[in-house]
């Protein structure tokens, strides 16, 4: 079919309205034709303006206990590599099976970092040491940066990976966040490639480790909304 | 502890998603689950069809999140536009629809939650409003593709039009749509599609 021809199935196929072979034939177009994919994707912003039309409705909590629960079991698709340095990281973290064997890994990835980051050997044999303790729990961060909180017991350590510089005269700061729902202070720490930072306070109290960009010298409580947080399940 | 994830964009939630976080996902789905319930059961007339279209739709966005391309939708239109396909999918494959009352939006669902939500309402009458603006030939063609499922062709049967009439009537209605809905300054834009308008 000619670019003219599939260009006249736009408007139905953002309606969801052609039949199968013809879809497809769109589909592989826009592909490859620009004009095309953006009226398609312009039109799908109307059509999908629709569906509220419709009154929407309050779904059963048996579904949404269903859904949770299918997404438990499965993992999303791999994010390209450009887009994830830590996949693999998160991958191993995801399954959150085997803990030590998990932790080795993750200790001798890590500790291979450190070694280009310049970061003292104590440090390095203490993190080695303290990620290959079967006890300690592996949270990886969710948000803008790469890394993970590390927890035993009541002691946490937040571990980031190409952590970027802040502005100048900012810094990033740790939060704990309990059931109180009231962010703690943890720490205030600068970029660099790799960090290691000790959560001051109880770690194991904490519901969530939250990380926001402060004003120099830290805040008494967030002013901005955090850049990476990660749940302590 | 999904309210950890309030103050976050969708962008900014699809993005977590992506990388697998549950929390993310659970604040997805209570900010357009109630919408895209609504539209399943709009167009399946069926409890637990719409249950299972909601499932699979929600399923998919969990698994495909890392292929959302964000120059290409919001992520309410993403989601939305997979739950319709997923609707009309099974409208087709069980057979269903086509009572012959083609009053479309009028035979709404009777369980229908008076929306709690400001911004959901007001969507939901501004849409609708804009709907009931176009010509009825217009709103036929919309109305009979979008929440009832049929084809092109079907359409030119039921219509007794050729093709090309519904075709083109089909291009002028969603022209004319768009244009009502941006009079009434309508779009996906929620007050979840940028950072910082929640704290």
Redesign the interface.
Known sequence: MEHRELQ??I??H??????ADDALLLEEHVVTCETC?RDL?E??????????????????AH??A???D???E???????PR??RLAFL?GAL?GALAGAAVALVIGITLHNQLSDARSSRDAQAALVSSLTDPTTRVQ?L??KLEGAVLRNGGSGKLVLVNLPSTAKGRTYEAWL?GAN?VPVPAGTFAGGKTQVVALRGNADKA??V?ITVEPAGGSSKPTT??VA?A?L? | MADTFLHLSDPGLIALVARGDRDAFAELYDRYGKTAYGLAYRITRDVQLAEEVVQEAFLTVWRQASRFDGRRAKPSTWLLTITHHKAVDVVRREQLRRTESAEGLEDAPDSTDVPRDAWLGLQHAQVREALAALPDPQREVIELSYFEGYSQSELARRLGQPLGTIKSRTHTALTRLRAQLEERGITTENPWSTESSRT
């Open positions: 006249d199935l408007p139905a953002a309606l969801d309205a052609l039949d994919r994707d039109l799908r912003e109307t059509t999908a303006l629709l569906a509220f039309a419709t009154p929407p409705i309050e779904p059963p579904l949404r269903a859904i949770l299918a997404v438990a499965t993992l999303p698709e791999a994010i390209p887009r994830a998160r995801a990886p969710a948000g966040i729902k519901k969530t939250a909304t955090p947080s749940s399940a």
